[in-house]
T-cell receptor, first 114, second 114 residues
Framework: DTGVSQDPRHKITKRGQNVTFRCDPI?????LYWYRQTLGQGPEFLTY????????KSRLLSDRFSAERPKGSFSTLEIQRTEQGDSAMYLC????????????FGPGTRLTVL | QQQVKQSPQSLIVQKGGISIINCAYE??????FPWYQQFPGKGPALLIA?????SEKKEGRFTISFNKSAKQFSLHIMDSQPGDSATYFC?????????????FGTGTQLKVEL
């Protein structure tokens, strides 16, 4: 399978715990995006990387959230001191650089904070 | 600020009928308008996309109509099938700044009945 993969698919945690999600993009894609989707809503942009550089962060990304893409390949999204409001589907997408527009999404990580 | 408004929120269509979903945008810098299909527990998958230099694009049973002056675009699903039952999201992005991040509508839950 050469699509975008995410791990884990589901995560249940208690309030106050830290969680980390991983995204493996399509191998030749140099742009990687993180989105958050709550029930009944469309995905909302969180942040994106061009290779290893994090180029933009949404105001939705509080200082409890941090994302990395250390070697320009896979990316991790960490949430510290989770809150119940963090419960959502976290989606990763990747695309080629340049004029290619299509973002390909992974299956998402469903986070439930108890 | 919701930059892409989508309607209706839900839609029930008989098998063989036409499903129509509408979106309106505000940001005139948007220059790429994709539609995504999402099944429960899955990530969004690109269905069809259009750029504002054309007024219509058709791929199989799916057609996008685009009205640049009205800042509106719509998805038409011809000969709707039960397998089309899913949530559909319109989205928009700009290639001039913002890294092509997608701004999504709130989604339309389509049900195609036999």
């Amino acid at each position: 399978d050469t699509g975008v993969s995410q791990d884990p698919r589901h995560k249940i945690t208690k309030r106050g715990q830290n969680v980390t999600f991983r995204c493996d993009p399509i191998s030749e894609h140099n742009r990687l995006y993180w989105y958050r989707q709550t029930l009944g809503q469309g995905p909302e942009f969180l942040t994106y990387f061009q290779n290893e550089a994090q180029l933009e962060k949404s105001r939705l990304l509080s200082d409890r959230f941090s994302a990395e893409r250390p070697k320009g390949s896979f990316s991790t999204l960490e949430i510290q001191r989770t809150e119940q409001g963090d419960s959502a589907m976290y989606l990763c997408a990747s695309k080629m650089g340049g004029p290619a527009d299509t973002q390909y999404f992974g299956p998402g990580t469903r986070l439930t904070v108890l | 600020q919701q930059q892409v408004k989508q309607s209706p929120q839900s839609l029930i269509v008989q098998k063989g009928g036409i499903s129509i979903i509408n979106c309106a945008y505000e940001n005139t810098a948007f220059d790429y308008f994709p539609w995504y299909q999402q099944f429960p527990g899955k990530g969004p998958a690109l269905l069809i996309a259009i750029r504002p230099d054309v007024s219509e694009k058709k791929e199989g049973r799916f057609t996008i109509s685009f009205n640049k002056s009205a800042k509106q675009f719509s998805l038409h699903i011809m000969d709707s099938q039960p397998g089309d039952s899913a949530t559909y999201f319109c989205a928009a992005s700009s290639s001039t700044g913002g890294g092509n991040k997608l701004t999504f509508g709130t989604g339309t839950q389509l049900k195609v009945e036999l």
